[in-house]
């Protein structure tokens, strides 16, 4: 199997998980379970799985978040809610925001249960082995409604390829912030605005990790990467999808390609329900709050 099916596969897949990041419902459940508006939710929806850590577990983890505005909301968020109740919540609040954005036709159709049934497939077939934050995720019951399956198998994928793509940025020499940088000068993810206010970073932090990377000769001073910037960005990338394969794998050829296919379906539906607001991801990225073409 060529190793670009997990790159593909994920991309295809992501929005069905990301979706939770940028919709009301989170908020609206998390803080019914007892956490703060904001930033609180995100950190501990996303951390509750592996208990009540601390915020350096939470930022080394996540990586590419600075640690001083993760420290803000954790360990406080585990006096107000505690890990269970929040991953409970958590469940709660993707059921309502999927049944809202899909429609309770698509929801509940047999697609859906089909890419639950191979997403587990495939979700199952992946390995803790070094991957902390996929590790805990997994440790988690399944639940029952296909869905929620489905939800619940793609969190596993994207945990299992983001703890992989964090080895592959350490061995490529690049931080949290750099990583971050990086990202940017592609030009196919977050705006530089929205990387710096979700990420936590200050103006004067983003320079200077963009004079750091112009140092290395990967950045240009307008924010684009060098030829060995993008050359760089590229082996991250294709290291990261090697250590992606397992799951996909699993499925075989074809079952890899029809998950893609509903994957894609299904987050069409989600961006044209207003998913992702504006300003967040370039053009480019295939995730503007606008629906996708039929062919991305």
Not at 48 to 59: F, K
Not at 60 to 77: D, G, K, S
Not at 110 to 123: K, Q, S
Request: hydrophobic share 45%.
């Amino acid at each position: 199997m060529d190793t670009k099916t997990a790159g593909r596969g994920a991309r295809a897949l992501d929005m069905i998980h990301s979706m939770t990041y940028f919709v009301p419902e989170t908020e609206q459940y998390l803080t019914e379970a007892g956490l703060r508006p904001g930033r609180m939710c995100y950190f501990a929806g996303r951390a509750a799985a592996m208990g009540a850590v601390g915020p350096g577990v939470v930022a080394a983890t996540f990586y590419n978040f600075n640690p001083e505005l993760v420290e803000r909301h954790i360990p406080r968020a585990w006096t107000l809610a505690s890990p269970e109740a929040v991953v409970a919540a958590r469940f709660r609040s993707v059921e309502a925001a999927l049944r809202r954005l899909l429609g309770e036709e698509l929801a509940a159709s047999a697609d859906v249960t089909e890419a639950a049934e191979l997403a587990r497939t495939a979700a199952v077939a992946c390995t803790g082995d070094g991957r902390a934050l996929y590790a805990a995720h997994a440790d988690l019951e399944w639940p029952t409604e296909p869905l929620l399956v489905l939800w619940h198998a793609i969190t596993l994928l994207r945990e299992h390829r983001g703890d992989g793509h964090i080895a592959a940025l350490l061995g490529a020499g690049l931080s949290g912030l750099q990583a971050l940088v990086t990202h940017t000068g592609t030009g196919r993810g977050f705006t530089v605005a929205a990387a710096q206010a979700t990420r936590g970073w200050s103006a004067q932090q983003w320079k200077a990790a963009e004079d750091d990377l112009q140092v290395r000769g990967l950045l240009v001073a307008d924010g684009t990467l060098t030829e060995a910037g993008t050359q760089l960005r590229s082996q991250v990338e294709a290291a990261t999808d090697q250590m992606a394969l397992a799951p996909w794998t699993a499925l075989g050829d074809a079952g890899a390609e029809r998950l893609t296919e509903i994957g894609k379906t299904l987050s069409r539906a989600i961006l044209a329900g207003g998913a992702i607001p504006d300003g967040i991801f370039t053009a480019a990225s295939g995730r503007a709050a606008k629906p996708l073409p039929s062919g991305s």
